[in-house]
Nanobody, 123 residues
């Protein structure tokens, strides 16, 4: 069993930045993905970014490449999401996920989920 705890959400003005953290209660195998998803009210949960192989491989949603950066601190089992140039469309609950059951990295078929952290971007 792995517990995931997100932090770092909040309110920010358009164009601003936020950094999210996801602390995992224990190490997951280097083959396991850790990912960030987001879900706005009335919308489906969508993949934001993922990291695997202890940080050697990363994936991003096409629309977020260059704006968001996912990274990992292996010593503390923590995954980070640095978000730059935020716009109001990015307002959502952001979730951390770990251990994909298979398939694409952005398929929300992960075993473990955090409770989420709210990001609100105002214009």
């Amino acid at each position: 069993q792995v517990q995931l705890v997100e932090s770092g959400g909040g309110s920010v003005q358009e164009g601003g930045s936020l950094s999210l953290s996801c602390a995992a209660s224990k190490y997951t195998h280097r083959r396991n993905y850790m990912a960030w998803f987001r879900q706005a009210p009335g919308e489906e949960r969508e993949g934001v970014a993922a990291i695997v192989a202890r940080g050697l491989v990363t994936y991003y949603a096409d629309s977020l490449k260059g704006r968001f950066t996912i990274s990992q601190d292996n010593a503390s089992n923590t995954v980070y999401l640095k978000m730059n140039s935020l716009n109001p469309e990015y307002t959502a609950m952001y979730y951390c996920a770990a251990v994909s059951r298979g398939g694409r990295w952005d398929s929300p078929d992960y075993i473990y989920w955090g409770l989420g952290t709210q990001v609100t971007v105002s214009s």
